[in-house]
Structures are given as C-alpha cells and as structure tokens.
C-alpha cells in the first residue's frame, strides 16, 4: 500500500495569504503546504482521500493520471470544495466515480455540487458521482476500511484505518479534536499513523503537537507523521524536537506501508 501526502496544510495553506512570518516566508519547500489530502494506492487502485481547494494543482504536482474512487473525511471547504475538479478524471475514464462519505457530507455535495449527481447529467464534461454512504467497515477495490467517528470541535470527521491481508496497515486520523478509545484501539502497533496536530497553542477543533504526541506515546504506532500543520511550525525546527519515529509529515511525501 502507498501513501502520498497531496497536501499537509491547514485550510489556510502555508504560507498564508498576507502573512510575512518566518515559516510563510521561508525558502524550506517543506514550509509549503497545501491543503489537506493524502492519495492510496493498492495493486494498481487509486483512492483519493478529500478534495481540497488545491486539487488541480496537487494532482498536477503528483502526476495523478487516474482515480478509481474518492473519499470524503467530512464537509469543511478545505477538504471538500475542490470536487468539481474531478471532472477530469470522470471525462478521462469515461464514467461516474464513486464517492463515499457519511450521510451528511453526501447531502452536502448534493446541495454544492446537485449537477455532479443528477442521472443523466445536464451536459457532458461535468463531473458526475454516484454517491455511497459509509455506515461501518467497508471495502473500497483492494483496500479494507475501519472507520472510527472522531470529535472535530462540535463537528465530526471519519477516522480511517485501512487494513490489507496482514491485518491494519495505517491510520489516517486528520481534523479531530480529540481520539476516543474505540479509535485508539485500532492504532495500537499500527505501522503508520497520520494524525492531526496544527500547532503548539490549544485550538477547539485540532489536536496540538502535545495532545497529539499523548495519543502516539498511549498507542505506539511504530512511525507517526504529523499532519494539518500550521505556519507556525517550521518543519526542520519542529521535527528536531520530536520524539524518534514522530515527525510532521510534508507535501509530496510518499509513504510505502
Ligand atoms: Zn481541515
Ligand atoms: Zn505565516
Ligand atoms: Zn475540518
């Protein structure tokens, strides 16, 4: 299984529009993160977690030539609101992609995006999505998935595991304010976890550095990468004070698990 960080940003990106910071003005290309969404890959299967503002560009940037489906963690603009962009893929393979997300996300898409879902659609070269409602563990192509429901402030977000033959490979744990013990179950030994941690400072929807290094030191993933980072934290700068096999992960970052 492969897993490509398409993007580690927060949903400002950094750097940040009018922001004359350290980290915004940094020459470090690991400073430059845009927003949030990590592609998986599997005996040739390609599943795109999230749609942020910045697909075009990371798809581009990855040389993402197809995609098989598209996964929704939850309905925040910077992991939703680059789904039109897809029509590429669906003029390109000649058909719909199926799109999975809880109930509530899909009823968002319907409402943003009511072209991309009617049967037929309005006129070609649209993008065009059938829609499937993720209840519990699913099965995607080759890839397994446990998802756990995590706090996101007042809002929730899916937690993903996805597993193959030997048993859970990786998590990926992205805008959540907290990891209850159902979720935490699922990381114990885990070879990778991807998890939230926007900054020092407390926030009420985002794990900080120190909430998230909690939930790694409570479950021992054998390698955590930080992910949804803000600019205040300098990449080199930060990675130099983890704790061994914990690290912020950075765009174009390709992970085999
Ligand atoms: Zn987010
Ligand atoms: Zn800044
Ligand atoms: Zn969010």
Redesign the pocket.
């Known amino acids: 299984m492969r897993v490509t960080f398409l993007g580690t940003g927060t949903?400002h990106g950094v750097p940040m529009i009018a922001c004359g910071c350290a980290v915004c003005r940094s020459a470090d290309p690991r400073n430059r993160r845009l927003r949030p969404s990590i592609l998986v890959e599997r005996e040739g299967f390609v599943l795109l977690v999230d749609t942020t503002p910045d697909l075009r560009e990371q798809c581009l940037r990855a040389n993402v030539q197809r995609l098989d489906a598209v996964l929704l963690t939850?309905e925040?603009n910077?992991?939703l609101i680059g789904l039109d962009e897809l029509r590429r893929f669906c003029v390109l393979q000649d058909g719909r992609l199926p799109l999975y997300g809880r109930g509530e996300v899909l009823q968002c898409v319907e409402r943003i995006f009511p072209y991309a879902v009617r049967r037929p659609p309005p006129y070609k070269g649209l993008p065009e999505f059938d829609l499937h409602e993720v209840v519990g563990p699913l099965v995607i192509g080759p890839l397994r998935l446990t998802p756990h429901l995590l706090p996101?402030g007042a809002?929730e977000?899916l937690g993903l595991v996805f597993s193959d033959e030997r048993g859970p490979r990786f998590a990926y744990y992205t805008?959540c304010s907290a990891v209850p013990p159902v979720a935490r179950e699922s990381l114990r030994g885990i070879p990778l976890l991807i998890l939230d941690a926007l900054r020092h400072r407390p926030h009420p929807?985002h794990l900080t550095i120190e909430q998230a290094l909690e939930v790694a030191r409570d479950t021992r993933p054998e390698r955590v990468l930080f992910t949804h980072i803000c600019h205040e934290l300098d990449h080199a700068a930060t990675n130099a004070k983890l704790p061994e096999g914990v690290r912020l992960a950075h765009d174009g970052l390709i992970v085999e698990v």
């Open positions: 949903s939850h925040h910077d992991h996101h809002a977000v805008d929807s």
